[in-house]
């Protein structure tokens, strides 16, 4: 108890200065890089996949199906912030509806718009779970597919 009287403005200061320097960022480990999860045949291009700080959505990602697909539906969701994607999505320019069936060939890549995302400032960190329904055509078999997984990395500047 003698310590705790003697020393105690001691380990006060060293709290103070602790809690100075969270607050500056000095424990701050640095960005968070970009990373994917799920995705077993169509994969996000991680280096053409952003999310700005006005929360639009831009993806590059792969066909690696093996052959031509049809997609017939991108929904993306934001899990982090939590929200939805209320714009529309677009797919080389065109909205994707079950109407409006976007082509990507295999091996291409192709790009997926959105906006109306969750905003956030430069650094902080999203997730957002993206789910793609496309038909698959081996020989006269027609077969239809969803593809989910998630992306998540920090908000770049608009």
Known sequence: MEYLMTYSWAILVVMLVGIVMWQLGIFNMGSTTMTFKGFTRIKPQLAGTAMREDGTFTGVFFNGAGTDIAITAVEINSTLPAGSCQGRVTLLGNV??????????????????????????????????????YNLSIGNVMTVHKEFGTIRGPYETA
């Open 96 to 133: 994707v509806t079950p109407q409006n069936v976007v082509k990507a060939g295999s091996g291409d890549n192709f790009v997926v718009y959105a906006s109306g995302c969750a905003a956030g400032k430069r650094g902080e960190v999203y997730s957002i779970d993206i789910t793609m329904e």
